[in-house]
């Protein structure tokens, strides 16, 4: 395995050599934290996906509100919405994985993971 660089915060995507997507980890020092500051990714044409590690986050999207839990994730796909997000509790864990204007290709191929079990 060839790590680039390794880090204890995941806040800067330069930092483990990647170009392709960012990566933010947010952890609540406090209840009522907030964990994404009001945005919208117009800008950048940036799409952003939210994983909720540990804790409770309460998102606004626009006029909609979004209640998430522990081990759910919401995406945000349209760069024009409005996002902001607070934890509930301390030690709430939030991971933001954002994504650049460019379409991306993958490399998937199904080859490379024929030793791997599935379940039935």
Do not use: C
Not at 37 to 61: K, P, T
């Amino acid at each position: 395995m060839h790590v680039v660089a390794q880090t204890g915060e995941l806040d800067d995507q330069h930092a483990l050599g990647i170009d392709t997507f960012g990566a933010n980890l947010f952890v609540a020092s406090r209840a009522d934290q907030t964990l994404v500051e009001e945005h919208d990714e117009r800008a950048s044409g940036q799409q952003e996906l939210y994983l909720v590690l540990e804790g409770e986050v309460i998102f606004n999207l626009d006029d909609e509100q979004a209640h998430l839990d522990a081990g759910t994730a919401i995406a945000v796909t349209d760069p024009a919405v409005s996002r902001h997000a607070k934890a509930v509790s301390v030690g709430t864990a939030l991971l933001i994985v954002g994504a650049g204007s460019e379409r991306f290709k993958s490399t998937w191929n199904p080859d490379h993971f024929a030793d791997i079990s599935r379940p039935d």
